[in-house]
C-alpha cells in the first residue's frame, strides 16, 4: 500500500498503546471528511470495527501490552460508492504515549505542490518519499519541508510549528496545511507550555528569527535541529510533548 506508488487512497497514522487507538474519533472524522471531499460519498467507518482491526492488527505483530506502536489505517474507493480498509503495522515506539524524539534532524526545503494538499492521501505519501530521498541523497537530511512560494506548510505529511519567544506559529489550514489529530493537540497542549498561539504562514525568509522548529506526528514532536542553514533549539518542545494526551 506504502510502496512510493501514487495510489488512491486516504490514510491516518495512528497512535496505540495496549491495543487501543488514541483519539480513534477523531482519526476517523478526519478521514471521513477527506474521502468525501475527494471521492464524492461518505464512507460508512464504524469505530468499534475499526477499533478491533486495529487491536487484530497489533497481536499479529505481537505488540506488548505496554508497548506503544504506530499503524496506518488507508480507505480505497470501490466500485458502486463502496470502499475498502486496510490496517498496517508500521513501528513499535520506544515510549508508551506521545514523547519529545531525542533525535534532532536536518531538514532542507523543496517548493512543490500536490493534489488535495490538505488532506492525508497517497500523494502525500509519495511526494513525501521522493523529497526525503532528495533531502538525504543531495543535501545530507533527513528531512523535507514542503514550501509554496515563501510559505513552509508540513514537514513531509506533518504539521510544521515555529517557536519565537513565547509564540506558537503555524500555517492555517486555509493556507494549504495538513490538518490532523497531531495538529489539534498541540495547539490544545500550547497553554499548558506557556505559549500562545498564531495561525499564520511560517515565512521561509524569517527562519532565522525562530527559536525553534519542530513536526508532530503520531509518535508525538521532533524538533529539528536545521532547516536551509537556520539553526533552531530545542526548549519548549519537551513541555509541549509532556502536555500532549
Known sequence: ???GVAEHFV?????????KAFHLAEHLRIASRAFEHIYGYMPGLEERAIASMIADTLRLARVG???GAVVMLCFMPTEENNFGISCEFERRLLEAGYAH????????????????PAFPTGFQLSAQALFDTLALGTHGATRSVRREGQSL????D???FGIRGRVLFTPPLTEGAMNSV?????IEAASAARLSVREEPISHPELKSFDELFFADAAGIT????????KFMSLATPRLAAALK
Open 223 to 230: 524538533s529539528l535541529s536545521e532547516c536551509d542553514g537556520a
Open 65 to 67: 501490552s505496554r508497548t
Open 1 to 3: 500500500m506504502t510502496g
Open 101 to 116: 524524539s531525542a533525535l534532532r534532524p536536518r531538514a532542507v526545503t523543496y517548493e512543490y505542490s500536490i493534489p488535495f
Open 153 to 156: 506548510l508540513s514537514c513531509g
Open 11 to 19: 490514510y491516518q497514522r495512528i497512535h496505540t498503546l495496549g491495543g
Open 158 to 160: 506533518a504539521p510544521l
Open 182 to 186: 497531531e495538529r489539534e493537540l498541540v
